[in-house]
């Protein structure tokens, strides 16, 4: 059995965001054990924590079903055949840790900007004796002016979701 988790807004849901995700269902593939109880638990910040972003973040409900709706479609890829939607789950996060430091988690899967997140979580875990996870940081996917995709810059009409320059009007 292995259980990943993750977590961010999700919003505009980019390729940034995509790698990061197929990255935490390789991860499954990888384990070859096709078990039911392997698991993706996704937390998905709540309006409450995404209002503190520099720019307008759809609500949670929206967000969420962009994210199932995405989750779905990769489920049903070729590349994911041994796993099904029993295979994930996304949860509210109400604080920036979320159930990583104290539940039954092997791997968190992040970005180099959320590292840092990661091992405050494996220090709360130690503190509470609990094992730490193991770490899959997932390099960020640049646009085509190799400068990392983000919402942000989506935002500001630099870039679209696939890191595509837009042209200056």
């Given at each position: 059995m292995?259980?990943?988790?993750?977590?961010?807004?999700?919003?505009?849901?980019?390729?940034?965001?995509?790698e990061?995700?197929?990255?935490?269902?390789?991860i499954?593939e990888e384990?070859?054990?096709?078990?039911?109880?392997?698991l993706?638990?996704?937390?998905?910040?709540?309006?409450?924590?995404?209002?503190?972003?520099?720019?307008?973040v759809?609500?949670?409900?929206?967000?969420?079903?962009?994210?199932?709706h995405?989750?779905?479609?990769?489920?049903?890829?070729?590349?994911?055949?041994?796993?099904?939607?029993?295979?994930?789950?996304?949860?509210?996060?109400e604080?920036?840790?979320?159930?990583?430091?104290?539940?039954?988690?092997?791997?968190?899967?992040?970005?180099?900007?959320?590292?840092?997140?990661?091992?405050?979580?494996?220090?709360?875990?130690?503190?509470?004796?609990l094992?730490?996870?193991?770490?899959?940081?997932?390099?960020?996917?640049?646009?085509?002016?190799?400068?990392?995709?983000?919402?942000?810059?989506?935002?500001?009409?630099?870039?679209?979701?696939?890191?595509?320059?837009?042209?200056?009007k």
């Amino acid at each position: 059995m292995v259980r990943v988790v993750l977590g961010g807004t999700f919003e505009s849901l980019h390729a940034g965001h995509s790698e990061l995700i197929k990255e935490a269902f390789r991860i499954l593939e990888e384990d070859g054990s096709n078990s039911d109880s392997n698991l993706v638990h996704i937390g998905l910040t709540s309006d409450e924590m995404a209002g503190s972003k520099s720019h307008t973040v759809s609500d949670y409900i929206s967000r969420e079903r962009e994210l199932n709706h995405f989750i779905s479609s990769l489920l049903k890829n070729a590349d994911f055949t041994g796993l099904s939607e029993d295979n994930y789950l996304i949860t509210k996060l109400e604080d920036p840790f979320g159930p990583a430091v104290s539940d039954d988690f092997d791997v968190i899967v992040v970005s180099p900007e959320t590292r840092a997140g990661a091992d405050k979580i494996n220090e709360i875990r130690r503190s509470n004796n609990l094992p730490e996870l193991q770490i899959r940081e997932v390099d960020f996917v640049l646009a085509e002016d190799t400068i990392p995709i983000s919402t942000s810059r989506i935002y500001k009409g630099e870039i679209d979701r696939n890191g595509n320059l837009q042209k200056k009007k």
